[in-house]
């Protein structure tokens, strides 16, 4: 009877953290629902909209981004469209919904881990997390793919030390469909297999139900590799873009490291060090008896992921952004909730109230840093690019549909926005053999063309061959204009 008492509060409190998250996700959602899409949700979204209409099959934007955007986002995406779905149920659904998801994924990983009390706290510190508040309400892969790594964590930790077929398939299906939103998420693979090296040593490359369950969980992966072979010739043709991108930058991309007080603010960057630094001096005494002992692989998990993340940016990539990091979540919030556990139990001992409520206070007050900073990110970035979008979707509505747009950096919105063909400009900007055939031109000052494009411009509405059809401002004395639509005449 007491279990069954202990059990339902432990439901409720778990139940109120994911109706918390869930409100404050709809409110900021309200708070920033026109906001317009930033280049990469456009590229997905061009992506999108091509595998419906094949109006820019040929267009060389479309082909480039095909070959470096993973597949799975811009067919979901497009899925939705077909269905009748807009841009607030694509965010819906692949974002704001997988972002709830998450919060119960970190509780489980967390309760697997190191227990339910380190799960509840853990998962009160993800529904405020202020970067998955932000990235949740925008049509972008990182959150969607965040719920499948967390997925794909889980069921490893469920499966690492027997194997079992269902979990460890589980864990390996979730991995490949996150790696099909990020291709980047792959190295957590790299994670998985040197964990589990250390676990079962030379046995493991032996073990049937490793090779078995891997190879059904990657099933996805396969797929995809054959339509690639198919189409392009090769396994990953992504993979030499990214290969001349890392080889371009000589130096190593050493502030990646800092992205984590940017992410996790004061005070929970003060408690994720604090945990990082205990689960590290755990393991050093424990040397020699870690295989026997689970709290002790976990914490080396832990480490071994941390680890080959950050070896992965730092010196192979040589390049990151907070977002990239997302495939730490469940340590972003358990390390810390670690250090809590430390401090509750190092003042208990002197008066039990007290130890709870210094940790109460930090768990508050790392909710509301973290709440504060989405608030004031989302407004300022609330109006980014908006007279792009306004640009092209007055194109939308008030030219023939079949217009032709051209114009710098215009290709996602013309795809996206606009839903008209486009006109490639010459790839040197040299316009001496250009000939326009475009019926609108867009000239904006938000992406800054170059200036042999505005010189181009310029010249051809001093002939008389452009003149503006329709002007937007970043000010509402309209004194700076940001995006001119021009009409050939």
Not at 324 to 332: A, D, N, P
Request: some cysteine; overall charge positive; proline content about 4%.
């Amino acid at each position: 009877m007491k279990k069954s008492i202990f059990e339902d509060k432990i439901k409720m409190a778990l139940i109120a953290i994911l109706v918390f998250g869930t409100i404050i996700r709809f409110y900021f959602f309200n708070l920033v629902k026109n906001q317009a899409h930033w280049w990469d949700s456009l590229a997905y979204g061009s992506l999108a909209k091509n595998m419906i209409y094949h109006m820019w099959d040929n267009l060389p934007f479309i082909m480039n981004e095909s070959i470096i955007r993973p597949p799975l986002f811009p067919l979901i995406w497009s899925l939705i469209l077909r269905a009748g779905g807009s841009d607030y149920t694509v965010i819906l659904l692949t974002n704001i919904l997988p972002s709830i998801i998450s919060i119960f994924l970190v509780y489980l990983i967390g309760k697997e881990m190191y227990g339910f009390k380190v799960g509840l706290v853990a998962s009160v510190l993800a529904s405020a997390s202020w970067i998955h508040l932000f990235y949740s309400v925008r049509a972008m892969t990182d959150i969607p793919s965040l719920c499948f790594i967390l997925a794909s964590v889980y069921f490893f930790i469920k499966s690492y030390d027997s194997l079992s077929i269902k979990p460890w398939t589980f864990s390996v299906f979730f991995l490949a469909l996150a790696v099909l939103f990020r291709y980047s998420h792959a190295v957590i693979a790299f994670a998985y297999v040197a964990f589990l090296i250390f676990v079962h040593k030379g046995s493991l490359f032996k073990n049937k139900k490793f090779w078995l369950g891997g190879l059904i969980g990657a099933i996805p992966l396969v797929l995809f590799v054959i339509i690639n072979l198919i189409a392009y010739g090769s396994l990953l043709p992504a993979t030499a873009t990214y290969a001349s991108s890392a080889g371009e930058k000589g130096a190593f991309a050493w502030y990646t490291f800092g992205f984590v007080t940017h992410i996790l603010r004061f005070p929970l960057i003060f408690l994720f060090y604090g945990g990082l630094f205990l689960i590290v001096t755990k393991l050093a005494f424990s040397y020699g008896f870690i295989s026997k002992d689970k709290e002790s692989k976990m914490h080396l998990f832990n480490i071994i992921l941390f680890a080959v993340v950050f070896f992965f940016f730092v010196f192979v990539i040589k390049a990151a952004e907070d977002r990239y990091l997302f495939g730490l979540s469940s340590l972003f919030f358990i390390l810390p909730t670690l250090a809590l556990s430390y401090i509750y139990n190092f003042l208990s001992p002197y008066k039990k109230e007290v130890a709870a409520i210094v940790c109460l206070i930090l768990i508050a007050w790392s909710v509301y840093a973290n709440l504060s900073y989405a608030n004031t990110m989302m407004l300022e970035k609330k109006e980014t690019y908006r007279q792009m979008k306004d640009a092209f979707e007055w194109i939308r509505y008030n030219t023939p549909e079949d217009s032709v747009v051209t114009g710098d950096w215009a290709e996602p919105y013309t795809i996206f926005y606009a839903e008209r063909a486009f006109q490639i400009l010459p790839t040197d900007l040299n316009f001496s053999n250009f000939t326009l055939e475009a019926d609108y031109f867009v000239l904006n000052a938000v992406h800054q063309p170059t200036q042999k494009i505005h010189d181009y411009v310029n010249s051809m509405v001093e002939n008389g061959r452009l003149v503006p059809a329709k002007v937007f401002f970043f000010d509402a004395d309209q004194r700076q204009p940001a995006v001119i639509v021009y009409s050939k005449v």
